[in-house]
């Protein structure tokens, strides 16, 4: 590793921001079986299949980013497919607009997806995150809560915005003693009214960062608690392990497929603690979306990703990652 390389990766650690030069990390091998497999049926889902979350280890939620779009899916033998009634158009909670859906997660507040413009207005980046009630039996769904943060992330390309989500409810947070960057101080729940549970974190593409948020569910208001860097040139999904801890971010065919876990230090603040490449059984593909099963069996859990570019007529993948990991 070069004094310019390894310069780069003491600062991302550190927490500072770099220039729009990215450094790639040396990457460890996949933590989990090398096998990948075709998880869907032929042309099912089609392109721009993007987030993916599981709600429990027989349920998975999906969404398209255009048109915006979400899924119910079920596992049928060995593949996954959409449930009956499944892929209903997102709306915004004004009922108009076709959100550019690009995360997704499943939380006790409902589903709430991350954005990157109204794809009526390509050329202008909105950057909102979304909330779902997933019980809805509408043909199509409203947001039944909006939160518009464009004015407090930075500037990006309009296909360069809210590509990742995920959830970490306060629990592991305050157990862990998380550093609140707006206080100052070690994160407390209640200076932040009626946030829910958890706080979410949502990842920015062009800057691969990801921004910690307190939402008020009863309004459209937010606060940023924290600022984490990754390291990578791009970001694609995120996801919380509670099991280990881990907060993994995802890279497409942009870093090579790679993965990152991020988990809190002494200072209460997520950093990288790790660099995987992506199985060697899979080709580099596409991926917008990264989710694992809460489930683990024998020493392995599920792993799905989602293809934005329906590879072969194809758009999720499955692979297994060892428990411990």
Request: net charge negative.
């Amino acid at each position: 590793m070069s004094w310019l390389r390894r310069t780069v990766v003491a600062v991302a650690v550190a927490g500072l921001t770099l220039s729009s030069t990215s450094y790639s990390w040396a990457a460890s091998t996949w933590p989990g079986g090398s096998a990948v497999a075709v998880a869907d049926g032929s042309n099912v889902f089609g392109t721009n299949l993007s987030g993916l979350s599981f709600q429990s280890a027989t349920v998975v939620w999906a969404v398209k980013n255009g048109p915006g779009t979400i899924y119910k899916v079920v596992p049928n033998g060995s593949i996954w497919q959409p449930s009956p009634s499944s892929g209903k158009p997102l709306r915004y909670s004004n009922g108009e607009g076709d959100p550019d859906a690009e995360g997704v997660v499943s939380t006790p507040d409902g589903l709430v997806v991350s954005t990157e413009r109204d794809n009526n207005n390509d050329n202008e980046s909105l950057l909102k995150v979304l909330r779902f009630d997933p019980n809805s039996t509408a043909s199509s769904l409203n947001a039944t809560a909006e939160w518009d943060l464009t004015s407090d992330l930075p500037e990006v390309d309009p296909n360069g915005g809210l590509e990742a989500i995920s959830w970490i409810p306060d629990t592991f947070l305050t157990t862990h003693a998380f550093r609140d960057e707006h206080t100052g101080a070690t994160y407390n729940p209640s200076s932040y009214s009626d946030h829910g549970t958890g706080l979410y974190f949502v990842g920015l593409e062009d800057n691969a960062t990801i921004y910690a948020y307190a939402l008020n569910q009863t309004s459209s208001s937010y606060t940023r608690v924290a600022t984490i860097t990754t390291g990578f040139s791009g970001l694609m999904d995120l996801e919380f392990d509670p099991s280990t801890g881990h907060l993994w971010a995802e890279c497409d065919n942009t870093c090579s497929g790679q993965t990152k876990t991020l988990d809190l230090n002494v200072q209460g603040r997520f950093a990288v603690t790790a660099t995987y490449s992506r199985p060697s059984g899979m080709s580099n593909l596409n991926n917008e979306g990264f989710a694992l099963s809460p489930a683990c069996t024998s020493g392995h859990k599920a792993v799905l990703w989602s293809d934005d570019g329906n590879s072969s007529k194809h758009a999720l993948r499955t692979g297994t990652l060892n428990c411990t990991s």
